[in-house]
């Protein structure tokens, strides 16, 4: 292998010399003849019956083409936006899943929902038709607040209390044994704020129907585009897949909000037959406000048992989850099968009982946002803690210490259904308290104090169950997708490679990361390796990114398709060498026999193949192409710990973050630096969560919080220089021994920001985000 | 949302009553006001140019006068669409006092606004609405200043 760009090097990426000289090609870039343009006319309403929408003054507007409606589409079949996962209540019933026509038929139940659309000759005529489609609302009692959407006015006919599933994870008498034998339990009651994603690039569409071929493509700004084709073909009746091609190209960041399928990129695509011109739709900012799924939106209840010398003998965690006002693709799971099963945390806690209500709400839908459920169940273990040690006074460290995992219990069977293959979180502990300058804290807060400062330090240790995952598994709780991921390696004749991945790109660096993978295992140069994704046309079926699955399930994909292709290299050279594939070694980019001294490089061997003069035809296929689907068979688990100090001034309110340590444990890794850029990522949007961001609907269902000038998003000035580092414990269940990083920093900095601002201030909570009012206002009621 | 507020006018109760049936008067004194016609008795049609903050649009209203009791109170329902830039309605209370200085004028108003004045401008109505109250009884008042 290179050490310059093999596995384990810091390769800088390939893809950043487009993005940063303005060359990357993102669904608005792109143009096609006789495209149109098309602008959604959206609710103002939280809650109305749509009593009639007319659309004569917009079809009189210069340059309308059309203008649709959502029952146009009811009559055309299509259907509605399903959610692909049946979680089932605690009382066997299935989930309530409310009807979610793409285009709001006859009632409207977010401020932002879609009720009809303007096509046009330019976007300016699109919009002013928009403006002019006027419609007549009956405004009915919005619902808005998650703690009291199940005792208020019901939205969904099928969803009496507003309840779309009251799911249970646990087991519960064990549960509530541990609590009676406690000598002390902790409470802590909680909400994680609703977050709204803001990916730089807003989502977009472009689709056109080709009535020749009578095919569709559909360009969008998706995470997973073989999953928007099947769902577009199956549940919601565009097409039949054969006829649709999804095609995600450069895509300006995701988060998970684009991982969903959507009213505008569906409405697009069917209506381009329809007008017959291909049609363009991008949204502008505050669009993505209101119409993006948004993220978190809990309010909990959580309970920690504990024996007087801080072991932790049982953990009952209660949750209200706001779903928004329909289910959104992927919503059900990710408080329930993303949240209850990491409840362990890193500690043995020996039991463990979860309770999940999600309700309905007159607000955008809540799906899947960086770490989806795994930041909000490590906010509550290690926000309570963080708690405990400081009701029993003992030190967080030790306590937690006490409590770990121990490196030789794994697997660990944990009491909420994962399976942990390997960890080492004693040793991620004390690497981030070491990098900390953990001894000389007491000499920080001094000075602190000295200037009028209150200092604060809090840790998080938390853990992920990413790579997601075992098809089966996840079948069997409901899902209604496998998690596998697909690889096609295609090896060229003079033996570079093009590989074609179902994992998708929007900013992690794929095609860099796997371009080291095959690198390293052909032993081919770096720059001989082309990845193709995003594109249904091109690459088999892919299940796509998010969940940090890329390199441990997409990865993985391409390394079984190189086994296959270095398997076929052998064949191949057995016959050059006149021996049998057995005796072949293949190392370093050659393929060699201890019979020979003439040891065949890898681009030989692909001629050979293409050029099939050596081997027997009717034996062996021409040519060097492989295909792989990898199923894995568990989840794997990053985990890491977490260190943050903060400084506040109490006159202001304002919390500055001195320190802040990443030590996590993502097993092998790829590429160091592009890790390191995701860590520093999810610590941004974790901090951001934490002090900033803050997602506000007002009683009547407004967004209130529908801009910049509302939505505070984490500035470089907010940030401070992080301190990075990491340990490892390979994944013992995928071949590359590699977990995922992608979500990691989201998911176990907000905890961390908390116990240090609640330590700093000494009370037990401040509701996130701590804004300097807020902070403040803390302050002055302890005053 | 709710505001309430007291402006005293150097004018009787009566005067004042009258001069707010008027609507040349009402479109003197409200600012950005375009049109302001009486469609039938006691209710006023109006367009009225605003921006709030980023939002800048015309607002077609109307403004209906109920439980009129001369000259000492009655109450507004107004109901305004501003197209693409969002909707207001809102329900005002209005008493007239005789003080010595004149009438004090007070009201207490709810309403509440939507659309992309909701999104994008909520933070900034509040302020607005109190600075076009204050010009509106400052331009009133004027006309019995001498």
């Known amino acids: ?783 | 949302m709710e505001e309430q507020g007291e402006f005293v006018i150097p004018a009787s109760p009566q005067d004042v009553w009258d001069a707010l049936q008027k609507p040349d008067i009402l479109k003197e004194c409200i600012d950005g006001c375009e049109e302001m016609t009486v469609t039938e008795e006691g209710i006023f049609a109006c367009v009225v140019a605003i921006k709030v903050g980023p939002v800048k649009a015309r607002f077609t209203g109307t403004v209906k006068m109920v439980e009129p009791k001369p000259p000492h109170s009655y109450v507004l329902e107004v109901s305004a669409r501003g197209g693409g830039a969002g909707f207001g309605s809102g329900r005002a209370e209005v008493n007239l006092q005789e003080v010595p200085e004149g009438t004090t004028l007070s009201y207490v108003v709810k309403g509440t606004i939507g659309g992309k004045l909701a999104q994008i401008g909520t933070r900034l109505f509040q302020s607005f609405s109190r600075k076009m109250t204050r010009t509106f009884f400052d331009r009133f008042s004027q006309r019995w200043v001498r």
């Open chain 1, 1 to 783: 292998m290179n050490a310059e760009t093999g596995i384990g090097a810091s390769v800088l990426r390939k893809e950043d010399a487009r993005f940063i000289t303005g060359k990357g090609q993102y669904t608005d870039d792109i143009s096609v003849f006789g495209q149109t343009h098309c602008v959604f006319v959206r609710s103002p309403h939280a809650r109305a019956k749509i009593n009639s929408i007319n659309t004569d003054a917009a079809m009189a507007v210069d340059g309308v083409i059309r203008v649709f409606t959502g029952g146009e589409l009811v009559e055309d079949g299509i259907g509605d936006l399903p959610c692909g996962w049946v979680v089932t209540s605690k009382d066997g019933t299935p989930m309530v899943a409310p009807p979610h026509p793409p285009i709001a038929t006859s009632v409207v139940n977010y401020v932002g929902e879609p009720y009809a659309f303007v096509v046009a000759e330019t976007l300016q005529a699109a919009r002013d038709g928009a403006e002019a489609v006027e419609a007549d609302f009956e405004i009915l009692e919005a619902v808005v607040d998650t703690a009291t959407a199940s005792s208020s006015t019901q939205i969904h006919e099928n969803a009496p209390s507003n309840q779309a599933y009251d799911w249970e994870l646990g087991d519960k008498e064990a549960t509530d044994a541990a609590f009676a034998a406690a000598d002390h339990v902790t409470t802590l009651d909680i909400t994680n704020n609703r977050l709204i994603p803001n990916a730089i690039e807003p989502r977009a569409a472009l689709g056109s129907y080709d009535a020749a071929s009578s095919t569709y493509t559909l360009y969008t700004t998706s995470q997973n585009p073989h999953v928007e084709r099947v769902v577009l073909a199956l549940f919601v009746n565009v097409a039949p897949e054969a006829n649709l091609r999804v095609i995600s190209p450069d895509v300006g960041g995701g988060f998970g909000s684009k991982i969903f399928v959507y009213a505008e990129e569906t409405a697009v695509i069917w209506a381009s037959a329809k007008v017959g011109r291909p049609i363009k739709w991008r949204a502008d900012r505050t669009e993505s406000f209101l119409a993006d799924a948004h993220g978190r939106d809990h309010v909990t209840k959580a309970e920690l048992a504990l024996s007087s010398e801080g072991e932790m003998l049982g953990l009952r965690v209660k949750t209200i989850a706001n779903m928004g006002a329909y289910l959104s693709t992927f919503s059900s799971s990710v408080p329930t099968y993303l949240y209850g099963t990491l409840m362990a945390g890193q500690y043995k806690t020996p039991a463990i009982y979860v309770e999940t209500q999600a309700v309905f709400t007159n607000t955008a839908p809540v799906d899947a946002y960086r770490g989806a459920g795994r930041p909000e169940a490590t906010y509550v273990v290690e926000r309570i803690v963080e708690t405990a040690a400081r009701e029993l006074n003992m030190d967080p460290v030790e306590l937690r210490r006490k409590n770990f995992i121990p490196p030789d219990a794994f697997p660990y069977q944990t009491p909420v259904a994962l399976e942990y293959d390997t960890g080492n979180y004693a040793a991620s502990m004390g690497k981030a308290l070491e990098i900390a300058d953990h001894d000389s804290y007491a000499a920080r807060k001094a000075a602190s104090e000295g200037n009028g400062k209150l200092r604060g330090r809090g840790y998080s240790c938390y853990i992920e169950a990413c790579g997601i995952a075992p098809s089966q598994l996840v079948i069997s709780l409901g899902a209604g997708v496998g998690l596998f991921e697909s690889a096609e390696v295609r090896v060229d004749v003079s033996g570079s490679v093009t590989v074609m991945t179902g994992s998708h790109s929007h900013g992690q660096g794929h095609e860099t990361t796997f371009a080291q993978l095959v690198s390293d295992r052909l032993g081919i140069p770096f720059d001989s390796v082309n990845v193709i994704h995003g594109d249904t046309g091109r690459s088999d079926y892919g299940l796509g990114t998010y969940g940090s699955r890329s390199i441990a399930v997409g990865g993985s994909a391409i390394d079984r398709a190189l086994d296959k292709i270095i398997a076929k290299g052998k064949k191949i050279a057995a016959h050059m060498f006149e021996t049998t594939d057995d005796q072949v070694e293949f190392a370093e980019g050659q393929f060699s026999y201890a019979g020979s001294n003439e040891p065949k490089p890898f681009a030989e061997i692909a001629g050979a193949a293409y050029i099939p003069a050596v081997y027997p035809l009717d034996e062996l296929e021409p040519g060097l192409s492989e295909k792989a689907f990898y199923d894995p068979q568990n989840f794997t688990y990053p985990a890491g710990s977490y260190v943050c100090e903060v400084e506040i001034d109490p006159s202001t309110g304002v919390t500055e973050i001195q320190k802040f340590v990443a030590v996590d444990d993502f097993g092998n890794v790829i590429n160091p630096m592009i890790v390191e850029g995701q860590v520093h990522g999810g610590l941004a949007q974790g901090i951001g969560q934490a002090l900033l961001e803050h997602g506000i609907y007002d009683a009547d269902g407004n967004l209130s919080t529908g801009s910049y000038m509302d939505y505070a998003m984490p500035r470089a000035a907010d940030l401070p220089d992080f301190e990075v580092d990491m340990t490892s414990t390979p994944c013992t269940h995928n071949p590359l021994g590699v977990k995922g990083c992608g979500e990691a920093g989201a998911i176990g900095s907000p905890a961390a920001v908390m116990n240090a601002i609640t330590d700093a201030l000494g009370v037990k909570d401040v509701p996130m985000p701590a804004t300097p009012h807020t902070v403040w206002e803390t302050i002055q009621q302890g005053a």
